[in-house]
């Protein structure tokens, strides 16, 4: 049973920072692609990140240069977000594939509850 549990969100000024972590059990991810996905108020959810079971990473426009996917230790899946913009609010939601993933990303099957990351200006 493969649970992703996702924390450090919460609160920041615009131009400060943040990490959030995803904890996984019952799946191992260092062979794994994984990936976090943000949804704003009134908007579609998109992905943000990835890393692919190579260490690759991947960032969409809208956040890279400030974001920061990587993977520690003990199945912890991180995300540094440095800068942030009042548009970076949104509901984070890390997730994982099953196997290592295709050259063009994830596929993804799990996925966490989700956090609140809130922005103000």
């Known amino acids: 049973q493969v649970q992703l549990v996702e924390s450090g969100g919460g609160s920041v000024q615009a131009g400060g920072s943040l990490r959030l972590s995803c904890a996984a059990s019952?799946?191992?991810?260092?062979?794994?692609?994984m990936g976090w996905f943000r949804q704003a108020p009134g908007k579609e959810r998109e992905e943000v990140a990835l890393?692919?079971?190579?260490?690759?990473t991947g960032y969409s426009d809208s956040v890279k240069g400030r974001f920061t996917v990587s993977k520690a230790a003990k199945n912890i899946l991180r995300l540094r977000i440095n800068t942030l913009k009042p548009e970076d609010t949104g509901i984070y939601t890390c997730?994982?594939?099953?196997?290592?993933?295709?050259?063009?990303?994830?596929?993804?099957?799990?996925w966490g509850q989700g956090i609140q990351v809130t922005v103000s200006s």
């Open positions: 997730a994982a594939d099953e196997g290592p993933g295709l050259w063009d990303g994830c596929r993804y099957q799990y």
């Open positions: 890393v692919f079971s190579d260490g690759t």
């Open positions: 019952g799946y191992t991810y260092s062979s794994k692609c």
